[in-house]
């Protein structure tokens, strides 16, 4: 027996109206495994429930892959794992997937969510590490990989939650890192970007057509931005200021444009991708397949460069010419997925150098 007194029962905090707005309200999309029922309505109207992700052209990336039993798989970029979850039974049993992701935040609750399901750690091995150090896994696979997944971008959980600082939908802090314990957030890469820095990484990184208006809005805003939604009050000023009648469609795929700049920069993606690209012949073995999802012309130029330059090398056997998309159904029910682009390559056998 114990004189412990009982801990009260703590109340779920309540919001006003009858559906909750805060990211951090929605407790049943928050808590998936409970609202089953509740979460397949919300995809069904072709959203993604906060807090979660839905993966994209999973039937095309199995297809692609095609994964064995005993084989040796690479996930670039867990994120929820969605991706994961389907590659890892064609592995077993026997094989492996190697999973990495740079989010101290999302790994340990994907991990735990795949742990639950039954994936061992004999199964899945999970780092947190940037998948351009895929070189350093290379000790353990006992010669490279058969197939290697990269799903580049940013996943919903990180857009959908406002303290992360990734959308301009929501006023939460300017931070844009996917690892909030490394490097600079994105408010004070802005106070100490020159202008004309500013303005050019908004072209390069996001192919804004306002790019210079934009940065010089931004770099006369007093105070400077040090949350999103002061961040996106200052670019809808410039904007106004310098194209007088642009229609509100017109702000938002700027307002998105912005945004994207500013986190492929804050968080190096584009250096990152590159040194993924250059060593990813030499992590595969003779036959290994390559799958990479892109979501903007900047990743897609990229990958694409480096898979011609790879076939042209004799490193790869076979390319994709053209970028596959997701169908009209998947773009239907998941919008997010509308500006995805799949390419593939399959290794040849010329030796690793």
Not at 205 to 221: T, V, W
Not at 275 to 286: A, D, E, G, I, Q
Request: aromatic share 6%.
């Amino acid at each position: 027996m114990t004189d412990e007194a009982p801990k009260p029962h703590k109340r779920r905090v309540r919001y006003s109206g009858t559906h909750p707005r805060r990211f951090d309200q929605k407790y049943k999309e928050l808590d998936p495994a409970k609202y089953a029922d509740q979460i397949e309505h919300i995809i069904a109207k072709g959203l993604t429930p906060a807090g979660t992700h839905r993966p994209i052209c999973v039937e095309e990336i199995l297809a692609i892959l095609d994964p064995k039993p005993g084989e040796t798989a690479f996930d670039a970029t867990l994120g929820y794992g969605g991706h994961a979850r389907r590659i890892l039974p064609r592995l077993l049993p026997g094989g492996r997937l190697f999973a990495v992701d740079v989010d101290p935040v999302e790994l340990p609750k994907t991990e735990a969510r795949l742990r639950a399901e039954g994936f061992s750690p004999d199964a899945i091995i999970i780092r947190k590490m940037n998948y351009a150090g895929i070189m350093g896994l290379l000790g353990e696979t006992g010669g490279g990989f058969d197939c290697v997944l990269a799903d580049l971008g940013v996943s919903s959980m990180q857009l959908d939650n406002p303290e992360r600082g990734f959308t301009y939908k929501a006023d939460g802090p300017l931070d844009l890192r996917l690892n909030p314990g490394r490097g600079k957030p994105a408010s004070e890469f802005l106070r100490q970007v020159p202008l004309k820095r500013l303005e050019t990484l908004l072209a390069e990184n996001a192919d804004e057509p306002h790019a210079a208006p934009i940065a010089r809005a931004i770099k006369a805003a007093a105070p400077p931005a040090a949350t999103t939604a002061a961040l996106a009050a200052a670019v809808r000023a410039g904007l106004k200021a310098a194209v007088p009648g642009l229609g509100e469609e017109d702000m938002r795929k700027s307002l998105q444009r912005v945004f994207m700049a500013l986190r492929i920069e804050v968080n190096e993606e584009f250096s990152a991708l590159d040194r993924f690209l250059s060593v990813l012949p030499w992590c595969m073995k003779p036959g290994g397949r390559a799958a990479i999802l892109s979501f903007h012309s900047g990743e897609d130029r990229r990958v694409k460069k480096a898979f011609f330059k790879g076939e042209e090398e004799g490193v790869y056997s076979s390319v994709s010419q053209t970028p596959a998309r997701p169908s009209s159904a998947e773009r239907r029910s998941n919008p997010r997925s509308a500006c995805a682009k799949l390419r593939w390559a399959v290794r040849s056998s010329l030796p690793a150098r």
